[in-house]
């Protein structure tokens, strides 16, 4: 069973679209992130919730939007889709935050802006 | 900000090599550090060290911490092609604003020949 999976794996589209990246654990975790990985292979987080909760929330563009309609699904939302937004996007969990257990993280979602 | 950085960038060996991989980091409230192997999906957990001065240990993969001089090592014996990846190193903010945040450094790809 996989821990962490996220949906779609591509997403190829066109400037000016939106659309969504879905995320969902089934490891009984209380923590869900968002990372993006640009080309030269840099991970930065973007947003965390715990439980539901909101509770890191980057320099990232109000394109971007997380939803968490429970502890186990974190979804990303972007709109009006631009060039720079192509990148690999990973969904990742954790058992509490700040705490000392692992990140675990998913296969990634590759976009493609055209 | 949070900083890790990571040497060498990129590295080139043969079969049986050892390599050691660096990470020295500046965080404001340190809780652990991480490493982490990506292949070409998920980054995979290697390792969290939180202590100075205790090597663990898995296999031929073994990492050490010194939280005074603000660094980790990452080894590796007899390598294997298998170990071709790129390893990323992260440190946890256990305080504040950046509280459960997981800042990673730029990754040393290692390249290991038959």
């Known amino acids: 069973d996989t821990a962490v999976s996220q949906t779609p794996k591509y997403l190829v589209t066109q400037m000016g679209n939106d659309k969504s990246i879905k995320c969902e654990q089934n490891l009984g975790h209380d923590t869900m992130y968002w990372y993006k990985q640009d080309s030269k292979k840099f991970l930065k987080i973007m947003f965390s919730?715990?439980?539901?909760?909101?509770?890191i929330n980057e320099t990232v563009p109000n394109r971007f939007s997380p939803k968490s309609p429970d502890k186990a699904h974190l979804n990303l939302h972007i709109n009006s889709l631009e060039l720079g937004d192509s990148a690999v996007y990973f969904c990742?969990?954790?058992?509490?935050?700040?705490?000392?257990?692992?990140?675990?993280f998913g296969d990634g979602t590759r976009l493609s802006i055209l | 900000e949070d900083k890790v950085v990571q040497s060498p960038l990129s590295l080139v060996v043969h079969e049986g090599d050892t390599v050691t991989l660096n990470c020295s980091y500046e965080v404001t409230n340190f809780r652990s550090l991480l490493w982490y192997k990506q292949e070409k999906k998920a980054p995979t957990f290697l390792f969290m060290l939180?202590?100075?001065?205790i090597e663990k240990k898995s296999g031929r993969l073994s990492s050490i911490l010194d939280k005074k001089e603000l660094f980790s090592i990452l080894n590796i014996t007899a390598t294997q092609t298998g170990d071709s990846a790129v390893y990323l190193c992260?440190?946890?903010?256990?305080?504040?604003?950046?509280?459960?945040?997981?800042?990673f450094g730029q990754g040393t790809i290692l390249t290991v020949h038959p």
């Open positions: 992260a440190v946890l903010n256990a305080g504040g604003t950046s509280y459960g945040k997981l800042t």
């Open positions: 990742a969990s954790s058992q509490v935050m700040g705490g000392g257990q692992p990140q675990h």
């Open positions: 939180t202590s100075s001065g």
């Open positions: 919730y715990n439980n539901k909760e909101l509770i």
